[in-house]
């Protein structure tokens, strides 16, 4: 079956920088992705990898390592704003394209 | 103008009842979904819609069924409203199918009672 793993929660204080890790067993893996969620929004793009490194915009940026089926999500200079919950998305190819989203991590960032 | 809209973002009914969701996206996507969040935030595929052709269904019970007109839209009908239907679902749109980067509609948050 296809499972992701991320923590539940993360807490942070503001100005600092956090990494939230995902791992996960998939076949015909394609991508990871990742979302930020607001309490009462919808869930938004954050980023993208589909090969091994290293992406970054802005603030935040993304690892995968497709040998180890793991990859974070890395906040800089965090502020208050970035209170959220953070999903990890793989994307597996077979029979069309779909996209398993983790349980999401609860990330609270104190003044 | 927004990018992916779907209707009503509140819905609350009695069991039993059947209901619509309505989502349009002015992207010009050619892919789109619903997904169900359930009250722990676990973000759920049910199906997927490539210009206009089911893709997807996640064995979702028959009382859901999707109806996507053109690719600009697509529908949720849910007959027989049973109470673990309560979640907030989610239309989202992409590029094409091995686009990930996905558009969320705000949400539609349904209460059956």
Not at chain 1, 19 to 35: A, D, E, P, V
Not at chain 2, 45 to 70: A, G, H, Q
Request: charged content about 20%; proline content about 3%; hydrophobic content about 35%.
């Amino acid at each position: 079956g296809q499972s992701l793993e991320q923590p539940s929660e993360v807490t942070a204080v503001e100005g600092a920088i956090v990494q939230i890790n995902c791992t996960y067993q998939t076949s015909g893996f394609y991508g990871l992705s990742w979302y930020q969620q607001h309490d009462g929004g919808a869930p938004t793009f954050l980023s993208y990898n589909a090969l091994d490194g290293l992406e970054e915009t802005g603030r935040f940026s993304s690892f995968l390592s497709r040998s180890d089926s793991y990859g974070y999500l890395l906040l800089q200079e965090l502020q208050m704003k970035d209170s959220a919950s953070y999903f990890c998305a793989v994307t597996i190819r077979g029979g069309g394209f779909k996209t398993i989203f983790g349980a999401g991590t609860r990330l609270f960032v104190k003044a | 103008d927004t990018a992916v809209s779907q209707t009503p973002k509140y819905l609350v009914t009695q069991m039993g009842n059947d209901k619509s969701i309505k989502c349009e996206q002015n992207l010009g996507h050619d892919t789109m979904y619903w997904y169900k969040q359930d009250s722990k935030k676990f973000l759920k595929i049910m199906f997927s819609y490539n210009n206009k052709e089911l893709i997807i269904n996640e064995t979702v019970p028959n009382r859901f069924s999707p109806k996507s007109p053109d690719k600009a839209h697509l529908n949720l009908h849910i007959n027989s409203l049973e109470l673990g239907d309560s979640a907030v679902y989610f239309c989202a749109s992409s590029q094409w199918q091995a686009n990930t980067e996905a558009f969320f509609g705000q949400g539609t948050r349904l209460t059956v009672v």
